[in-house]
């Protein structure tokens, strides 16, 4: 927590240097709605139901493959989503609205909500400062091993994580880290929140094992982690690999290429540098303004070219072994 | 002794917004809601961001940074991320000026 009294001395936020956007209009993009996300939310429900009827039809057969793809990524990808811009509160209009989707989608992506929003904020205020910027996960300046964005990339990282840091809250156990971005009175909020997880989690395997199923295995854990290493590409092109201690948006963070299948789920984070430019705007409001600053945004690219761009700086690194030869890129 | 002082005009703000002022080093935020004027500090109690580029809806303001909401007739937090009350300021209008008493 920052000094924010009288005389304190303003931290100022990543953004695009010399980018502004009308007020009026500015104002008229940041306007909340319940109904286009209300549609959003409930067409990416009953897709993905029925993509995970179309994966239960195909067992014991070559689609089962397809399907645990289509149902997992799509399950993973808006999950993660939903509860990143419920953690805004940008979602709806109405907060109680915003508050039950955040939850759901929280439960379904696995992390405790109160944290998610804290640690988010941080990601925010300090996108990309190392040490400062709460979900920066590794430092370009360190040599960081193959391995370890193995861990990252197949989302086993970020799972293990999740599980430990619900256990550790659930016991009233905060790091200095945690404390550093969440206000004191927080803290037993975020304790009940993650006793709350535990329960469902142990209720859950409890109810399993009672009924001696299997459902929860391939109905949820098998499609979370295929699909969340799907979820991580989206997630890794929106930081990894760019440069860090840097105040210009352009630099630390990329947009990609919009796709309107994939951005139905990523409720259109694929406007990411737009994103963290004005995150007071609602996601469907996104590409609106795109079309106000995109000049002053570089090209995206897709998915694919980013991971591949993304993992021969790894490997350069990897094999680098003067530390000095690291260079931090500035451009996409 | 608390003294008033002319901050900008009514037509400065428009309906439910912000207007953003200075005085002595110190940033107050000015909002025009729907149910009168009212004045605040102008930076958010959670982390440093300037209140007059956020989003009034109705009598609440949404800080831009972290979209933390304050009630602008008390200060008092309203949701998370923002627990700590914003300090107010009375406000009069006077012949289409508005005044701070600070």
Not at chain 2, 37 to 55: N, P, R, W, Y
Not at chain 2, 67 to 74: L, N, P, S
């Amino acid at each position: 927590m920052s000094d924010t009294g009288i005389n304190a001395e303003p931290w100022v936020p990543p953004n695009l240097e010399g980018t502004k956007v009308e007020k009026k209009k500015m104002k008229s993009l940041m306007r909340r709605a319940d109904g286009v996300p209300l549609l959003r939310f409930l067409l990416c429900v009953t897709s993905i139901t029925f993509y995970g009827w179309l994966y239960y039809l195909s067992w014991g057969t070559f689609w089962v493959i397809p399907t645990l793809i289509l149902f997992g990524g799509t399950m993973s990808l808006f999950s993660y989503s939903a509860s990143h811009e419920c953690a805004h509160g940008t979602a709806f209009k109405s907060r109680w609205l915003n508050e039950s989707v955040f939850w759901f989608s929280s439960i379904l992506f696995g992390q405790e909500p109160i944290y998610r929003r804290y640690s988010h904020a941080c990601h925010h205020t300090y996108t990309w400062f190392w040490e400062k910027d709460a979900q920066m996960p590794f430092t370009v300046r360190q040599k960081v091993d193959l391995f370890t964005y193995f861990r990252w990339y197949s989302s086993l990282e970020y799972h293990y994580l999740f599980v430990k840091i619900v256990v550790l809250h659930a016991l009233g156990r905060f790091s200095d880290r945690t404390r550093s971005f969440t206000p004191q009175p927080e803290l037993p909020k975020m304790q009940r929140n993650s006793i709350i997880f535990m329960l469902i989690w142990l209720g859950a395997i409890g109810v399993s094992l009672y009924f001696q199923t299997w459902a929860l295995v391939w109905f949820y854990v098998l499609p979370k982690v295929v699909g969340d290493m799907i979820n991580m590409s989206f997630v890794a092109t929106q930081h990894f690999e760019m440069a860090e201690d840097d105040l210009n948006l352009t630099h630390t963070t990329r947009s990609i290429k919009h796709h309107w299948f994939w951005d139905l789920y990523y409720w259109n984070m694929s406007y990411h540098i737009e994103h963290h430019f004005a995150p007071t705007v609602p996601f469907h409001k996104l590409p609106e303004l795109n079309a106000e600053i995109k000049d002053k945004l570089p090209d995206p690219k897709g998915v694919m070219p980013i991971t591949i761009d993304v993992y021969k700086a790894m490997r350069n690194r990897h094999l680098s072994v003067e530390k000095d030869a690291l260079e931090m890129p500035t451009s996409h | 002794m608390a003294e008033w002082i002319k901050a900008c005009q009514t037509d400065d703000i428009d309906e439910e917004d912000v207007f953003g002022f200075e005085h002595d080093g110190v940033k107050y935020a000015i909002y025009n809601t729907p149910k009168g004027f009212f004045a605040s500090h102008g930076i958010c109690t959670h982390e440093v961001a300037m209140l007059q580029d956020g989003l009034v809806i109705d009598t609440v303001i949404e800080c831009p940074l972290h979209q933390g909401r304050f009630d602008v007739r008390t200060g008092k937090a309203l949701s998370a991320p923002v627990c700590v009350d914003l300090k107010t300021y009375p406000v009069k209008v006077d012949n289409g000026d508005i005044y701070l008493q600070i």
